[in-house]
Structure formats: structure tokens, C-alpha cells
């Protein structure tokens, strides 16, 4: 397994105009790995995956170091340029790591869309092309089946990005028919919010500050501010999920309480209230609100409702959730939308009163007219 490993550049790491350089159309790809191959010590494989958004040589080399360098040397080559301009950019997986990855690609689960179902063939492709050049054997062979039967069983079992996507269309193209909700709940908590964020602007401006809740929000803008928005998103979601999920039953006699952002740090919260706590700190790194919506879910996979925030950013719409660090609106599948806020609208989306089991994290928001306040039609 130590031979086996795989070098290469896609989307996260490489700009698209420098994966244009390094990218093979399907005609040269024989060509490219026979060339490739012979620069290797005998008894090596290799196989070249290549499309618009990576770039990939996957190998099983005899002689690894030779085999990395020669690999970083070719697709400079291809690229036009020094060996030393790709440093920062190229990836190399080794080992266990590189059959995982290899996996995680046929799956879709690395594309740009998440859970793509095109990518499944261009791996497949890319093994039969290295078949066809002579430039796979035993090893390449089992690992490219393998990866094409894992992206298989993957949607079977998990369902495809076409899913997600239709499921999540409204947040491209809202059905303005529908009529806006009001949330009464959500206006109480705006109010409060307000009066909170007068707070930590007042422990900016005059620091040392006394204001316990508001110096802890002050400290986080501090640390976030001057960063890259989506850098932003990813650490305001991190910072908060290390708070403990807190239900509302065990907090008060209360079926459903939405927490302020000073409130949750004191006691934590459930989900929807880990999202207003990250929707706060964004509002005051001047986030745009339109750029910003809470999501009412019901999660298929726990059956239970559940809350998230959606971020839009230069890289597309983020997912801010308190069960994981890392999420894309492609991989929602299991995720049932039934309604959409922020301080600009709110619109319902789902069926009027979705199933709620019994025992589970409710959100009598999502429960009818009276919890809602909402007009009946």
C-alpha cells in the first residue's frame, strides 16, 4: 500500500485559469501517460485523471521519491512552467490516504458539487484509458474498480447532488407566490438581538470592558475581522459547535425557546439557536443580510427537525450546522426544507404541518399556524 499515492491539483487548491494549463483533453491522455511512464522504474502504474476542475496522476511506483518528482516535473510541463510554481498548489496522498481520496472522488464527495454524478464515469474513463495505454497493471486496475463501485454504492445509498439541488432551488429562485409568514418569535428576538449587538459595539469602542457576554463577542470579532469572508464562516461555525447541544426540554418547561447571543453562551442551546448565535457575529462582521438565511429542516436520516444557517459567499452558499464543521448545500440531501427566514422575509416552504416524532428536538415554529403566527393561507 505505501507505493500506492497520487499528485495533482483541483479546485480548492488551483485557480481555474492554472487548471486549464494543466489539463488533458481525452485524445492526449494516451499519449500523456505513456510518456509519464516511461520516466518511471519498471514494474510502475500510472493513470491520469483529468476534467475541468482537477487534475490528478495516480500511481503505484516502485521507486516512490522518483516517481513523485517525475510526476511534479511532468505537469509542469504540461503547464508551461517551473516545477518550483506548482510547490504551493500541488496535493500528494500517499498510502491509505491516497486510496481514500481516490474514493472520495469517484463519489463526488470532493467536486465542486458535491455528490456529482459525471465524475463517477471520468474515473472510470481514466482507468480503461491507462488499460488501453499499457500503463496500469493489478494494482491501478483493482483500485480504480474499487472507486467506481464505492461512487455507486455511495448514491445509491445517499442519493445524487440532482436531489439536493431541486430540493434546495427556492434559495436561487424563490417562489414569490407564496405568501411571506410572519414570526413573531423571531421579531421579539430581533429586538432583543439589537440591544445586544449595541452592546459589544459599545465594548469595542471602549475597552477595557466590564460587559462579560459582550466582551466575549467583542474578542471573536477582534480575531475575525480583518479575514476573508468565507475564512469567516468556517471559523464562526467552528467556534460555536464547541458549544454542547443543550435541549429545550432540559432547560425550562418550555417546548421550543429561541436563546439570544448572549443567552447562549451563558447556557448553550439546540440547533436554532447555535444559528442565530453564528447569524449574530456575522451581522456584525457586515455580512449583508440578504446574504444571510436560517433554514427549518427536517433531517430524513435522524427524523427530526432541525436548523441551520445559510452563508452566501464568493465560493457559493455555505452551511453553518451545529452536527458538523464542514457542510455544502449539495450534500442536504437528507434535508427536507420547510421554510426560509432572515430579517428581510420569511417564506414557508414545506407542507404546513410536517410530522414531528415523538421524543425529538421539535420546532413548534415549523407547527402550525398558532406557533407561527402565520396567516392560515
Known amino acids: 500500500m505505501d507505493k500506492l499515492f497520487l499528485v495533482g491539483v483541483n479546485h480548492k487548491v488551483a485557480p481555474a485559469a492554472l487548471r486549464e494549463r494543466l489539463a488533458f483533453n481525452t485524445e492526449h491522455v494516451l ?3 505513456s510518456r509519464l511512464h516511461a520516466r518511471l522504474a519498471e514494474g ?11 487534475t490528478e496522476i495516480v500511481l503505484y511506483a516502485c521507486d516512490p521519491s522518483r516517481a513523485e518528482l517525475a510526476a511534479r516535473h511532468f505537469l509542469a510541463e504540461a503547464g508551461g512552467m517551473a516545477p518550483a510554481a506548482l510547490a504551493n498548489v500541488l496535493y500528494v496522498h500517499r498510502g491509505c490516504q491516497a486510496a481514500r481520496h481516490l474514493l472520495q472522488v ?3 464527495l470532493d467536486s465542486l458539487v458535491v455528490g456529482e454524478n459525471e465524475i463517477q464515469g471520468q474515473v472510470r474513463t481514466a482507468g480503461e484509458l491507462a488499460r488501453t495505454a499499457g500503463t496500469s497493471g493489478p494494482w491501478l486496475n483493482a483500485w480504480f474498480r474499487a472507486a467506481v463501485q464505492c461512487g455507486k454504492r455511495v448514491r445509491a445509498e445517499h442519493g445524487t447532488a440532482a436531489e439536493s ?5 427556492f434559495l436561487e429562485r424563490p417562489d414569490l407566490s407564496r405568501r411571506p409568514s410572519r414570526l413573531r418569535k423571531w421579531e421579539f428576538l430581533q429586538i432583543r438581538m439589537e440591544d445586544e449587538r449595541r452592546r459589544v459595539v459599545a465594548c469595542v469602542l471602549h475597552m477595557p470592558c466590564r460587559d462579560i457576554q459582550a466582551r466575549s463577542y467583542a474578542a471573536l470579532l477582534a480575531r475575525l475581522r480583518h479575514k476573508p469572508r468565507r475564512e469567516q464562516v468556517d471559523e464562526v461555525n467552528r467556534h460555536f459547535n464547541q458549544f454542547p447541544y443543550v435541549p429545550d426540554y432540559t432547560d425550562a418547561d418550555v417546548r421550543d425557546i429561541w436563546r439570544s447571543p448572549f443567552l447562549f453562551i451563558q447556557t ?6 447555535f444559528a442565530i448565535a453564528k447569524y449574530f457575529v456575522l451581522r456584525l462582521l457586515q455580512v449583508p443580510e440578504e446574504d ?3 433554514l427549518l429542516v427536517h433531517d430524513d436520516r435522524r427524523r427530526a427537525d432541525h436548523a441551520v444557517l445559510l452563508v452566501h ?4 452558499v455555505a452551511v453553518l450546522d451545529n452536527l458538523t464543521n464542514g457542510l455544502s448545500l449539495d450534500e442536504l440531501a437528507h434535508y427536507r426544507p420547510l421554510m426560509t427566514f432572515n430579517a428581510l ?5 414545506g407542507p404546513e404541518r410536517p410530522a414531528v416524532p415523538s421524543g425529538g428536538a421539535a420546532l413548534d415554529v415549523l407547527n402550525g399556524a398558532a406557533a407561527l403566527d402565520v396567516p392560515a393561507n
Do not use: K, M, P
Open 313 to 316: 459567499t464568493e465560493a457559493g
Open 31 to 33: 499519449q500523456a501517460t
Open 44 to 54: 510502475s502504474e500510472v493513470a491520469l485523471i483529468s476534467t475541468c476542475n482537477r
Open 268 to 273: 448553550s442551546g439546540d440547533c436554532e439557536d
Open 165 to 169: 439541488a431541486s430540493r434546495f432551488a
Open 292 to 294: 444571510l438565511r436560517f
Open 345 to 349: 422575509e420569511s417564506w414557508r416552504i
Open 106 to 108: 469517484a463519489a463526488g
